[in-house]
């Protein structure tokens, strides 16, 4: 970008204590089309006062100078020096000395017998600073994005956590009281009546109900798993075992938990890593065998679901719209914990969730159903 776009003046502080090299230095610079105001210090005091005192746009400077270096400077320097175009103007300070400036962070150098070329070092080192300026401002706001969608994402997690209760709740209240009395009440009926055929139909409508209960049962604890209430060991040996029941899959779980009062999110967010995962296991990967694992060594809470299935492919994971273990990903993420997928083709799937324990407080968001 040109300066003089940018702003009406080019405000430049130079540090240089030969009077000469500075007339020739302002010379120099009113040759160029640059509009320019040229301040010269000569000792870092005054340079720095300067500085903290006025806002210039560029500093150009000699390397050696009586007592100090312009690495002295810059290293010694406010914070705001280092957003400023900082330009070595000096005489033949060798090589090594040059390379070193750049590295310490400084913009540019340019030997005074080259001073012709000022402008044009000027103008990249202001492009080159505000660019790296604008990288750092795009960093910092996608950063601030990302903060924000996380924080969006686990209070989303929380709420749906609680509509899940809600609703899991009101099955236990509503429906399956409804259930209950529907049931009392064919019971009387088959106590009552006689015929052949008002049992026959009495006792299907029994075997239908029956099926509802336990129907209205496995969504409630699907939503809101009140085994949770025995510990993490007891509703994930739970789940494996349903899983088991349910699929023919071989399962094994084993458990060497050591601790017990673990944070109940964490022990939310494993349950529903495993649950997730088992159920992408029944849907994907035609496997005879699933391993699962707990435990809380090292202070890390870590659950391990492994298959022998045929693997998740490149393509798979990079699907725009599989969002499943994005999904797992950023619930780990939002209790300080985090989870990894390693998997081969035809050689089955890994599943690892870890958390280190005490990184959440102990409360829980959800509500509990009575």
């Not at 210039?56 to 400077?61: M, P, T």
């Amino acid at each position: 970008m040109d300066p003089t776009n940018r702003t009406p003046l080019l405000r430049i502080l130079h540090l240089e204590d030969s009077l000469l090299d500075h007339e020739l230095t302002a010379r120099a610079l009113s040759r160029t089309s640059l509009k320019f105001s040229l301040t010269r210090v000569d000792t870092q005091e005054s340079f720095f006062s300067l500085l903290e005192e006025g806002l210039f746009d560029v500093v150009l400077a000699d390397y050696h100078l009586p007592g100090f270096t312009a690495a002295d400077v810059w290293l010694n320097g406010p914070e705001r020096l280092k957003k400023i175009p900082f330009i070595l103007l000096s005489g033949a300070i060798g090589e090594t000395a040059a390379v070193a400036a750049i590295q310490l962070g400084m913009s540019d150098y340019l030997l005074k017998e080259d001073i012709g070329r000022l402008e044009r070092v000027i103008l990249r080192a202001i492009e080159v600073k505000e660019a790296r300026q604008a990288k750092e401002k795009a960093m910092i706001e996608l950063a601030q994005s990302e903060q924000r969608l996380a924080d969006f994402s686990s209070h989303l997690q929380t709420m749906i956590e609680q509509e899940r209760a809600s609703i899991a709740r009101e099955i236990h209240d509503d429906i399956g009281g409804s259930l209950a009395a529907i049931r009392f009440d064919l019971s009387w009926l088959g106590r009552h009546l006689k015929e052949p055929g008002p049992l026959e139909h009495i006792r299907m409508a029994d075997d239908m109900l029956q099926h509802a209960i336990g129907a209205s049962q496995r969504i409630m604890m699907n939503l809101r798993p009140a085994i949770l209430d025995q510990g993490l060991e007891a509703a994930v040996d739970w789940l494996a075992g349903e899983f088991e029941k349910r699929t023919h899959i071989n399962t094994t779980f084993r458990s060497a938990l050591t601790q017990s009062g673990t944070a109940k999110n964490i022990e939310l967010a494993a349950y529903r890593t495993a649950q997730e995962a088992l159920t992408n296991i029944s849907k994907y990967a035609s496997c005879s065998q699933v391993t699962i694992e707990l435990s809380d060594s090292k202070e890390f809470l870590t659950l391990e679901i492994n298959d022998n299935g045929r693997g998740i492919s490149a393509a798979e994971f990079d699907k725009p719209k599989s969002f499943g273990i994005k999904g797992l990903r950023e619930r780990a993420r939002s209790i300080g914990g985090w989870l990894d997928v390693s998997t081969r083709e035809g050689q089955g799937t890994s599943v690892i969730f870890s958390v280190p324990l005490g990184s959440m407080p102990t409360t829980s968001s959800e509500d509990t159903p009575s």
